[in-house]
């Protein structure tokens, strides 16, 4: 059983740039969440996505982004880059959602933005 | 604010003695707990969980135990191995939330 995909696995942007990440989940899974790890910041929330909808989302500005389409498969934006948005971008899929079981987790998008 | 709080850093320890990892939430409707271990240019992959109807639970060298009065749990490693390095995330969650993670303890075992 394939796991999580993430696409790209690393690119380069500079700031007041945008740039579009994306994310296959395991088959059958049919909630997404995305999350920001930077040093010492540990994984925070960006949101989470249920067959389309946007269940949750954390304390991000409207720059972050995200959607899901009808096979599951999400993409998340950010807009008009910064120097702080240089980060690892994670993608986690479950069944159901993080609140009623494990996230399985890709290997995350890094991102560098100069 | 943050509601998950792993206030050790790092930790380091030696093969083959007792690694023990805490892990402190502020939110009295999490009920749902995990930990995920996490290798570089990895991502993060699960460990072990608990529901908070439980104190502890137990997979083979790993052990979780919860003290939700205080609001604290922690994750015993028993013995430890070198392959046990790495950054440990500990994890909370309510119904229908997001699942909620603190800023890692990295993990070192020497030989």
């Known amino acids: 059983k394939a796991g999580v995909t993430q696409t790209p696995r690393y690119l380069i942007k500079t700031r007041g740039q945008q740039v579009t990440l994306s994310c296959s989940p395991i088959?059958?899974?049919?909630?997404v969440s995305w999350y920001q790890q930077t040093p010492g910041q540990g994984l925070q929330f960006l949101f989470e996505?249920?067959?389309?909808?946007?269940?949750n989302k954390g304390n991000f500005p409207g720059r972050f982004s995200g959607r899901q389409f009808s096979n599951s498969r999400s993409e998340m934006n950010v807009s008009t880059l910064e120097l702080g948005d240089s980060a690892l971008y994670l993608c986690?899929?479950?069944?159901?959602?993080?609140?009623?079981?494990?996230?399985?987790f890709g290997e995350g998008s890094r991102l560098t933005v100069l | 604010d943050q509601q998950v709080k792993q206030n050790s850093p790092s930790l380091s320890v030696q093969e083959g003695r007792i690694s023990i990892l805490n892990c402190d939430y502020t939110?009295?409707?999490?009920?749902?707990f995990l930990w995920y271990k996490k290798y570089p240019a990895e991502g993060p992959t699960f460990l072990i969980s608990?529901?908070?109807?439980?104190d502890k639970n137990e997979d083979g060298r790993f052990t979780v135990f919860l003290n939700k009065s205080a609001k604290h749990l922690s994750l015993h490693i028993v013995p430890s191995q070198p392959g046990d390095s790495a950054v440990y995330f500990c994890?909370?969650?309510?119904?229908?939330?997001?699942?909620?993670f603190g800023k890692g303890t990295t993990l070192s075992v020497s030989s």
């Open positions: 986690a899929s479950s069944l159901a959602g993080g609140s009623t079981g494990e996230l399985f």
């Open positions: 996505y249920f067959s389309e909808t946007q269940r």
């Open positions: 994890a909370a969650s309510s119904a229908g939330t997001a699942l909620i």
């Open positions: 939110n009295s409707m999490f009920d749902y």
């Open positions: 608990i529901s908070s109807i439980k």
């Open positions: 088959s059958g899974h049919r909630s």
